[in-house]
């Protein structure tokens, strides 16, 4: 049974940076596309970036120059890197993994960017 664990998340002000980590565990890890989504309290959860498994990254336009995703499979991790962070980034993010029709998801970090 894969497991996911997320850590990283705190508060951080406007402009400011974090770096979100994802462990995998009880998967393949090499050879899942790997993705952080986020959701805000009342909103729908949104695609942030995912990174194949052949390294092919997309991002949302809402975070493309400031977020930054990379994996690393010899320690099975997953970690995105958020710069100039603004208030409306404020969510939990969830890691997600995916092969074919096997999906795994964390169970979220809390972000939230404040004066």
């Known amino acids: 049974q894969g497991h996911l664990v997320e850590s990283g998340g705190g508060l951080v002000q406007p402009g400011g940076s974090l770096t979100l980590s994802c462990a995998a565990s009880?998967?393949?890890?090499?050879?899942?596309?790997m993705g952080w989504y986020r959701q805000a309290p009342g909103k729908q959860r949104d695609l942030v970036a995912r990174?194949?498994?052949?390294?092919?990254?997309i991002y949302a336009d809402s975070v493309k120059g400031r977020f930054t995703i990379s994996r690393d499979n010899a320690k099975d991790t997953v970690y995105l890197q958020m710069n100039s962070l603004k208030p409306e980034d404020t969510a939990v993010y969830s890691c997600?993994?995916?092969?074919?029709?096997?999906?795994?998801w964390g169970q979220g970090t809390q972000v939230t960017v404040s004066s």
């Open positions: 997600h993994a995916a092969r074919g029709i096997s999906f795994h």
């Open positions: 009880g998967i393949i890890f090499s050879s899942y596309n």
């Open positions: 990174i194949s498994s052949a390294g092919n990254i």
